[in-house]
Every structure is written in structure tokens, then in C-alpha cells.
């Protein structure tokens, strides 16, 4: 995952208090999978990634 968009995930998950088995969820991916993405301890398909990438901005868009 491209390190902003890590960033921006965790920020809008701690800002927000979304739960990461709603982002697992919307995904199509475990909660135990996500945590060890967000951990730095898994690496990221390119798909993946952008997957993150949308759901991200996603987010972003609604919270305006």
C-alpha cells in the first residue's frame, strides 16, 4: 500500500471510530488480514491497493 494511503486509512479509522471489520467487510478480505496490513506485517497486491486506494477516497467523500 502506498504509505499515504495507509496513513490516510488508520487516520480515518482512529478519526472516525470505524471499525476495521467494516473495512475487512467492504474489502472482501478478514479482519485478521486487514490488521496485519494495517501492522506493516502483509504486503498488498496491486489490486489490493487500489482497492484501498477507493475505499479510501470513498470515505473521504462522505465525510464531507
Not at 16 to 45: C, F, H, V
Amino acid at each position: 500500500m502506498g504509505y499515504r494511503t495507509y496513513m490516510e486509512l488508520r487516520s480515518i479509522i482512529k478519526e472516525n471510530g470505524i471499525k476495521q471489520s467494516w473495512i475487512a467487510e467492504k474489502l472482501g478480505i478478514s479482519g485478521a488480514y486487514l490488521s496485519m496490513i494495517l501492522n506493516r506485517k502483509r504486503r498488498l497486491t496491486e489490486e489490493m491497493n487500489n482497492n484501498f486506494s477507493l475505499l479510501v477516497e470513498q470515505i473521504k467523500g462522505e465525510r464531507r
